[in-house]
Structures are given as structure tokens and as C-alpha cells.
């Protein structure tokens, strides 16, 4: 709906106390950042605040969903000096329709802001790589995303891969249980040789047309807490694990599969 400039003008009568996840884009009129703010502000019967006079803060403003979506201009927004720097108790987000396929994925905004995710969705977005900016993690200017549990990507279609095999990431993935990777047909594998997946337990992988295994042995064998696996529509796959290509033959075992 590109020309939405709101929801409902008559606000104050509406009463959403039950409201957990609210998910609106490709609105490009519609400031969503402020129009939860005000439905927050009204539901607290506080009439009299006008956002453009005051410090908006995204913690104490927007605290009636579970779930944060963010576009990539709400991101512009919320890095701009008039916002408050407290999503850090935020416990899910989703990061949607980046389509500029210019565009990074902002790996040091999550880094900055939400020091508490333990959900990330990321879908219907251009980026090529995930958590790929270098110095973030081993220089240890700011926590690592360790409370990490699941992690979702959905509609990647230039997604050519996660995470680099040489890339201190591990205090990142240490921490994740579930991992879902859908629809994203650029990505021809999955774990690097190296993972540090010990702790995944659910891993989902849907309509990703362009994988042809999902890692070598030496990779897969470290996913030994795995209890659920689900792959759906992946035409190029002609096995799951690949060998390492040195001629070591690997043990691998699901014992909670």
C-alpha cells in the first residue's frame, strides 16, 4: 500500500492490548516508528505528547510488541541523534525489505543497539552477505549477540553466503538452537568447514534451490545435539554432507536426531 499515511485516524478509540507482533511494509508514507509510538502513548490515555517536540525513545515508546520490525529507513531513523540509544532489552527483531542492493547488512547496529536479541529474522532483502564486517566481535568494543537463539532467513535471493570460514564469529553462534534458512536460492552451502553450531538442536532448510550440500563432513560433524532436521525443496542437492576432499573419511553421529 504505498500511499498509506495511517492506519485509522480515529486512534484514541482503538484498544489493542493483546497485540504482540505488528509487521507493515512497502508503506513508504507511513512513519511507522511514530505511529507506534503513538498508539503506545494514547493506550496510556497521555494525549498531550506531540513526537516532533520531544526525545523519541524506542525502548519506552514502542514497548507493546514482542517483536521489533525494522525496514531500512526506521534503521536511518533510529541512528539519527533523536533517538534514544535503549533497544538493548529488545528480545526479537526482524530486519525487512532492504531492497537496495547497495545496502550492508548492518552487523554493527545490531551489535550497538540490541545487546539482548535472542530472535533475528531477516527476509525480503537484497544483502549478499550476513555478519560479515570485520572487527567487531574479536575487537570487543561491543557485545557479541551471545543471548542469540534463533535465527531465520527468509527471501534472500542474493544471499551467496552467511559468514566467512575465517571470521571470529563463534561467540555468535555458539549460543544458537535454532537456524532457518528459506528461499534463498544463491547460497550453494551452508556451514563453512568450520561451524560452531554445538548448540543448534533445529536446523530447517526450505526452497533453496541453489544449495548443493549442506557442508563438508568435518562441518556437520560438529551439529552433534541436533534432534529435528527438515529439508524441503532444494533441487541441486545430491547429498547432504560432502567429504573434505583429502580423502579422511569422518564419523558422523546424530545420536538425538
Known sequence: ??????FYPDLLTLNWPFLKELQVTHCDKLNMLSFLASMNKWARRDNQHDLSDEHFS???DIPIL?????????IQMIK???????TGKREALTLACFHDERTIF???????RFHNLKSLEVFRSSFQDVFLDEGLVDEGKH?????LRELK???LHNLKRVWREDYLIKKILQSIDKFEVWDCPGLTTLFPAVTFFQNLTELVVKNSS???HLGTALAIANLMNLTDMTIIGCERMKEVVTSNGKGEEKVISFGML
Open 1 to 6: 500500500m504505498p500511499q498509506l499515511r495511517n
Open 58 to 60: 524506542v525502548e519506552k
Open 66 to 74: 514482542e517483536r521489533l520490525l525494522l525496514v531500512d529507513k526506521d
Open 80 to 86: 539519527s541523534e533523536n533517538f534514544s540509544n535503549d
Open 106 to 112: 548492518p552487523s554493527r547496529f545490531l551489535l550497538q
Open 143 to 147: 557485545p557479541a549477540l551471545e543471548n
Open 153 to 155: 532467513l527468509s527471501k
Open 210 to 212: 541453489g544449495l548443493v
